[in-house]
């Protein structure tokens, strides 16, 4: 073997950091004018190189510009998106992470409408049959924000679950999204105070989880029923929806849904002033909410608990005040001896 040979077998991949003239000019370098003279390129062919520092994809240099700028979650969206979605092009790509980041940016801030505003400017942009799955991402999006936003009187969340109750439409390909779509747009007619028309959407919701046996899709339809009713004044029929709420929730073993029920008969019942009724199912929300661990809904039950017993005894009060007789004299006195037993015990 040559010592050339062996001498260019030792030739290092990278130049020599430390000594920067060593390898500046090698007849092999295409910056050498050796180099360019036995390469000559045509002027046209010249035109359409391109740098190697801008062949990079797109999709890569827009992820890492995302993290670059600070904005985490766009990135993590965008990243999300691009493992299944293959045909973007510059324009789309450019306009998804303008408009993410403008979200997150309102999000930071507080200003969920204007979150709202860009996450359905997303789902409009997405037009073509093939990227149906882009509009309903960016229409979940902005049913998220909507919720959050409390300025509008919901008009924004009624218009999120419209378009939600459109898009299970679209996929109905079987009974179950059919009833998911219908309980969407019940909610949607619901927050516009159109409850007529929401009521009809939700009987139809109703009537196909019956028919499939979801119990949690049911008793969902039975308390949007109860809350159309309660809107229109019709207490007595929301209570008994409310009742059946209750009732399946314990068939089937929700507690989460139970303690609702529970805690949507106490707050009727409290319109109703039946207080002492109220307190019965404040009580039960409690002690479901303790065996949830949850303290919010604990430290809720327990508030409307203790003024529903307030408020039942202060009825009973006025009524022994209010009705002459020495016995009822007696009982209140009786009463204030002792505090701590129910005002409405005999004597």
């Known amino acids: ?115 709202y505003d860009n996450h359905m400017f997303l789902a409009r942009f997405f037009t073509e049959p093939e990227d149906k799955w882009l509009k309903h991402h960016f229409i979940q999006l902005a049913l998220h924000s909507a919720r959050k936003f409390k300025m509008d009187s919901g008009k924004r969340e009624a218009e999120a679950n419209l378009h939600m109750g459109q898009v299970y439409l679209e996929k109905a390909e079987d009974r179950g999204s059919e009833g998911e779509a219908a309980y969407r747009l019940g909610l949607a007619y619901q927050s516009t105070g159109d409850q007529k028309t929401a009521k009809q959407f939700f009987s139809v919701c109703m009537e196909i989880s019956t028919i499939l046996e979801n119990a949690d899709s049911l008793g969902r339809a039975y308390e949007a029923i109860a809350k159309s009713l309660e809107s229109e004044g019709k207490l007595t029929e929301a209570t008994e929806y409310l009742e059946k709420f209750a009732e399946i929730s314990l068939s089937s073993k929700q507690d989460r849904n139970l303690e609702k029920a529970c805690m949507c008969l106490g707050n009727i019942l409290s319109l109703r002033k039946r207080y002492d009724g109220a307190h019965e199912h404040f009580g039960r929300a409690y002690e479901i909410a303790c065996n949830l661990a949850s303290v919010v809904r604990l430290q809720k039950a327990r508030v409307c608990a203790g003024s529903a017993r307030a408020l039942s005894m202060m009825q009973t009060y006025h009524r022994l005040i209010e009705t002459p007789g020495r016995q009822n004299i007696k009982r209140i006195i009786s009463w204030k001896k002792r505090r701590h037993d129910s005002l409405s015990a005999p004597l």
């Not at 360019?36 to 062949?55: C, R, S, Y």
């Not at 827009?62 to 998106?81: H, I, K, T, Y």
């Open 1 to 115: 073997m040559s010592s050339a040979l062996v001498s260019g077998s030792r030739t290092p991949l990278l130049p020599d950091i430390y000594n920067p003239h060593k390898h500046r000019t090698t007849p092999t370098s295409k910056s050498s004018p050796e180099w360019m003279k036995e390469n000559p390129v045509h002027p046209a062919a010249e035109k359409t190189q391109i740098p190697t520092e801008f062949t990079e994809p797109l999709r890569q240099s827009v992820c890492v510009a995302l993290l670059r700028e600070g904005f985490p979650r766009s990135f993590a969206q965008m990243f999300s998106l691009l493992q299944r979605w293959d045909a973007a092009d510059p324009h789309e790509l450019h306009t998804l992470q303008q408009r993410l980041t403008s979200a997150e940016t309102a999000e930071r801030h507080g200003q969920y409408g204007e979150a």
